[in-house]
């Protein structure tokens, strides 16, 4: 049979030629748009890092310049507390114009040092070089002069005198002081009165130089009042702000609420170009960026610290502005600027390069789809590894899953993050639970249980009066490495902590876990706190830190364990009268003397493997019946023979106190003990509340 030749012959191909075809066209379409979406994304990541980066760079900057004007705070505090000061002696008294020229020598951005009395009286002391050379012609002193010093005694009458003097201090020339100055009428003086928690005054125009600059001053706390102050030059920033850029077109400067800018890289030139009156400062709008001004009253009006602006040709730039800290009402800020080009512009340079790179790239993947598809499998037997290791709660770190297919390299990523996650879960909520939580499968409820516990409850003597002078940063240093010290012990005794409380701990044992020891294992967590709480206290000793002295209460019983909270906020713990007594008992150490109390629960249950003593009988509110109170001594088996004969001949003194009240035997006993343990709390105690009841019969011991 013959074919039709007017029959149209159908186009196919093979099958797997058409997979070929397919995986090809997808490919390239992916992989093309991909490259093209990554470049977008790192044309916006790169926006956001330079907001990001410039902001943490402008804080930087706002640091630095605030470190220069608390140095010279450093340098005010220490000379307004010297007695020559106090007391207006500044008339010939060189030891004093020794130390004001090396503070001047240690800080360059000072331009001068000085005080004033309400007196009239005056000392200054400058820099002359510091200043512009015009300072120094105007001057007509020799070039040996480096200091110019100006004493003004309205106390012992002597006439106004200015010294000049060599760097070693040694006298050069000497004129008449100014006899028209008087520092009481000068911005410094009236304003350090009026506000005395601002360091800054200014700016204003200088008397001596003539130039514009900012005062910071002080009040003297002590002696004659006045005021202590030193200059700082506006062309001192000048370097500095310099060193700040950011970046080859990158701009530095100080503005103030009044849109001047009080400081620049090239202050004297922007000072040169104000068109008449040379005592103002010049504006924002001088830096020729029109769109800056809109940027900066944006952040004044609440707006973001970090902003993109455009001049006029159409350059972006990134800003960002910072407040002084140390400015007070002067309301100092410092701006910084850059090009956002700058950022990136070598990834725009190189955009059509890597576009063509990223073509062959597709193109010489291809024949390696197979391949590529067999390395899948690897990276996935990875993640089910970890899956399963971090399902039986193995959560040490591991090296996070790559590969170069998106969807296994962001299963990874989750993977990686879910250990991260789970790690950082059981920093907050006890092991146990998150070990429950991820074996189970189940998620955490509100409610608890009924269950015996012994809670754990410490605190540290006197904290309040020991930190409250210090800085908050290292309190919280220190107390961190107190409350991990403490913490690495009692779980290291099968404890969990439950929570800190301003410098206190509260822990408990036989929960989530069952635990059989939980009472031997609380009281050897307690002596295992103590032995490192004295290790440690030893360090802080050494570096400056006063040392911790703890107090615990331990006590067993019943509780209500379990969740407690919201349902979007919750917290393990323990609830009950068993943790009101743990936390009573710990507060009774104040009473005593002592560091360790724990109840008669504990006692009878620990009393074979550790050495406790009698310490009282109390009655806690909402308890029916007396509770005995001991002290926990230590591990029976470590003990020596002399505190267990001690505390079993305590326990007859305190037995026949109990029974027989302040008798006269009772009284004897517990006089006889005194003399023998004259230092021992618990016996003093006792033996002043019987003198209390003896003084007031009426009264109950």
């Given amino acids: 049979m013959t074919g039709d030749p007017t029959r149209k012959r159908v186009f196919r191909i093979g099958f797997q030629t058409s997979i070929i075809a397919v995986f090809v066209a997808v490919v390239l379409l992916v992989g093309l748009t991909l490259v093209y979406l990554s470049f977008e994304r790192v044309t916006v990541i790169t926006k956001a890092a330079a907001s990001s980066f410039i902001e943490k760079v402008a804080q930087l900057g706002a640091d630095h310049v605030d470190e220069q004007f608390k140095n010279v705070r450093d340098n005010l505090d220490i000379l307004s507390g010297l007695p020559s000061i106090q007391e207006a002696e500044i008339s010939d008294n060189s030891r004093l114009y020794s130390l004001m020229a090396a503070m001047l020598r240690n800080n360059p951005r000072l331009f001068n040092l000085y005080v004033g009395y309400e007196d009239g009286s005056f000392i200054e002391m400058d820099v002359i070089d510091r200043a512009r050379p015009a300072f120094r012609k105007n001057l007509k002193v020799d070039e040996d002069a480096a200091f110019r010093l100006v004493v003004i005694s309205r106390t012992v009458g002597v006439a106004p005198v200015t010294q000049y003097l060599s760097e070693n201090l040694i006298q050069v020339a000497e004129v008449a002081g100014p006899t028209g100055y008087d520092p009481r009428q000068r911005p410094w003086y009236v304003e ?53 850029k950011l970046g080859p077109s990158g701009l530095a400067f100080l503005f103030n609420d009044s849109e001047r800018i009080v400081g620049h890289p090239e ?63 002067a309301n100092v800020r410092l701006a910084m600027i850059a090009p956002l080009d700058e950022f990136y512009a070598q990834i725009i340079q190189e955009r059509r390069t890597l576009f063509a790179l990223a073509l062959a790239f597709v193109g010489a993947t291809l024949p390696f789809a197979f391949w590529l598809g067999s390395l899948m499998a690897q990276p996935l037997r990875n993640i089910v590894q970890q899956t399963d290791e971090i399902q039986r709660f193995q959560i040490a770190e591991r090296p996070r899953v790559h590969s170069i297919i998106a969807e296994i390299e962001e299963l990874g990523r989750s993977v990686f993050t879910m250990r991260s996650v789970v790690r950082s879960f059981a920093s907050f909520i006890p092991r146990q639970i998150v070990r429950q939580l991820i074996e189970t499968g189940s998620s955490l409820s509100l409610g608890g249980s009924r269950r015996e516990v012994t809670v754990l409850f410490t605190d540290v003597a006197d904290f309040t009066a020991k930190t409250e002078r210090a800085d908050p940063s290292q309190v919280m240093i220190y107390t961190s490495r107190y409350f991990a010290a403490l913490s690495d012990e009692i779980m290291r005794n099968h404890g969990t902590v439950d929570k800190y409380i301003g410098d206190a701990v509260m822990a408990f044992w036989n929960a989530p876990a069952d635990d059989p020891d939980h009472v031997v294992h609380g009281c050897r967590a307690i002596l295992a706190c103590l032995a490192a709480n004295e290790a440690l206290s030893k360090e802080f000793r050494r570096e400056g830190w006063p040392p911790y002295d703890t107090r615990f209460g331990l006590h067993v019983g019943d509780a209500v364990v379990g969740n407690i909270g919201s349902s979007d906020r919750m917290n393990y713990t323990a609830l009950g009268a068993t943790i009101n007594l743990a936390s009573r008992l710990e507060g009774l150490n104040k009473n005593y003397g002592t560091h360790v109390l724990v109840s008669a629960a504990v006692r009878a249950r620990a009393g074979h493997a550790f050495l406790f003593r009698s310490v009282d009988s109390i009655r806690p509110k909402g308890f029916a019946e007396a509770i005995e109170v001991s002290e926990l001594r230590g591990e029976l088996a470590r003990s020596d023979e002399a505190d267990i004969a001690m505390c079993r001949r305590w326990d007859e003194v305190f037995a026949s106190i109990a029974q027989e009240g302040a008798t006269e035997m009772a009284m004897v006993r517990l006089s006889g003990f005194l003399l023998d343990y004259p230092k021992d709390r618990i016996a003093q105690y006792h033996a002043e509340r019987f003198r209390t009841a003896a003084r007031n019969p009426g009264e109950v011991a």
């Avoid at 910071?216 to 920033?237: M, Y």
């Avoid at 001088?286 to 455009?310: C, D, M, N, Y």
């Avoid at 006029?312 to 407040?323: E, F, I, L, N, Q």
């Fill in 192 to 244: 350090a009165f009026k506000n005395d928690k601002t360091l800054l005054t200014g700016p204003y125009i200088f008397y001596a130089t003539g130039e514009p600059g900012y005062t910071l001053r002080t009040p003297l706390k002590e002696g004659r009042r006045g005021v202590v102050a030193g200059d700082v030059l506006l062309n001192r920033f000048e370097d500095m702000l310099a060193q700040q």
């Fill in 267 to 329: 202050m004297s030139r922007l000072m040169a170009e104000l068109p008449e009156r040379q005592d103002d400062l010049p504006q924002i709008g001088a830096l020729k960026l029109p769109t800056l001004v809109p940027v900066i009253r944006s952040w004044r009006e609440g707006g973001a610290a970090e902003q993109f602006f455009a001049d006029a040709s159409g350059r972006t730039y990134v800003a960002a502005v910072h407040s002084l800290d140390t400015a007070g009402s």
